[in-house]
């Protein structure tokens, strides 16, 4: 079994209970939850975050069942801006000091970029990006390791300086924390023009890290001259659903799978192919 999750922020912003009322209706297992994007009182800065707000938060969510699988904290963890990146830090810091009054364990990032907005840059992939992003993760890891919570490190292919998964195992080697994993989104991390080998990408990631895969995002894509386009619903594109997550219920019984780009007028069809590929499991 798979626990089925939805983005909290692509429906929309609120209160904890508009936002978790609305999301009620489609009855997702977990969410993932960015606060700054669903909660219009939260900022991108670092010192609001208390054990009762999280609670608050948190008992909205658990009225209807919902379990709160991540917060994202999407972070350039390289920022050019010094200054920008230590807030950026402290803020993921702070995410990681409350995520279990939050009910809790994971907050996730992507790897950034040498460009403020995380666009491609050829630098991001250098040797020096590198170690810069690696020092920042140790230093997100020490806080982990204090409060018993995970930083979740989400691969892309092409643009972030996590864009392979040879760095993807470097960079868990390099810091070797135990409170370190991985969220894993295999159409993210597919290289642009080699998506006709996914099966074949798939279980390389199985078996270069999935011992560390401790969340999952599912979305779709189709292939244009040759090259992957769109993020797109999961049942609207070309990704195998089905070796996905058969690996998944094998592998990560009940891992929190959450589904990306729904909104409440495509919701119902993507939860129907989920349903329909989870019978064939």
């Known amino acids: 079994m798979i626990s089925l999750g939805?983005?909290?922020?692509?429906?929309?912003?609120?209160?904890?209970?508009?936002?978790?009322?609305?999301?009620?209706?489609?009855?997702?297992?977990?969410?993932?939850?960015a606060l700054a994007k669903s909660f219009p009182f939260i900022q991108e800065k670092p010192g609001q975050i208390t054990p009762g707000l999280a609670q608050h938060i948190r008992d909205a969510f658990a009225q209807y069942h919902i379990n709160i699988a991540v917060l994202g904290c999407y972070i350039n963890p390289i920022h050019p801006d010094p200054k920008l990146k230590e807030l950026s830090l402290q803020r993921f810091e702070e995410h990681l000091r409350f995520a279990r009054d939050f009910g809790c364990a994971i907050v996730g990032t992507e790897t950034g970029s040498c460009n403020a907005d995380c666009s491609y840059n050829p630098k991001s992939q250098s040797e020096s990006a590198f170690l810069e992003l690696v020092d920042s993760i140790r230093r997100l890891a020490d806080t982990a390791e204090k409060y018993g919570t995970i930083v979740g490190i989400e691969g892309v292919a092409h643009h972030h300086t996590i864009h392979s998964y040879e760095k993807m195992v470097r960079l868990l080697e390099l810091?070797?924390?135990?409170?370190?994993?991985?969220?894993?989104?295999?159409?993210?991390?597919?290289?642009?023009?080699?998506?006709?080998?996914?099966?074949?990408?798939?279980?390389?990631?199985?078996?270069?890290?999935?011992?560390?895969?401790?969340?999952?995002?599912?979305?779709?894509?189709?292939?244009?001259?040759?090259?992957?386009?769109?993020?797109?619903?999961?049942?609207?594109?070309?990704?195998?659903?089905?070796?996905?997550?058969?690996?998944?219920?094998?592998?990560?019984?009940?891992?929190?799978?959450?589904?990306?780009?729904?909104?409440?007028?495509?919701?119902?069809?993507?939860?129907?192919?989920?349903?329909?590929?989870?019978?064939?499991?």
């Open 6 to 33: 939805l983005r909290a922020h692509d429906y929309g912003t609120g209160t904890p209970a508009h936002i978790a009322q609305k999301l009620a209706a489609y009855k997702p297992d977990c969410i993932q939850l």
């Open 175 to 281: 810091v070797n924390s135990a409170n370190v994993h991985v969220i894993y989104d295999p159409v993210n991390f597919f290289p642009l023009g080699q998506c006709t080998r996914q099966h074949e990408l798939m279980e390389k990631a199985f078996e270069m890290f999935g011992d560390k895969i401790v969340a999952v995002h599912c979305k779709d894509f189709v292939i244009e001259n040759g090259k992957k386009e769109g993020d797109l619903p999961s049942g609207t594109g070309e990704f195998d659903h089905a070796y996905l997550l058969n690996w998944l219920a094998r592998e990560k019984p009940l891992i929190h799978t959450i589904l990306e780009n729904t909104n409440s007028e495509n919701i119902h069809q993507v939860q129907a192919f989920m349903r329909q590929q989870l019978k064939n499991i």
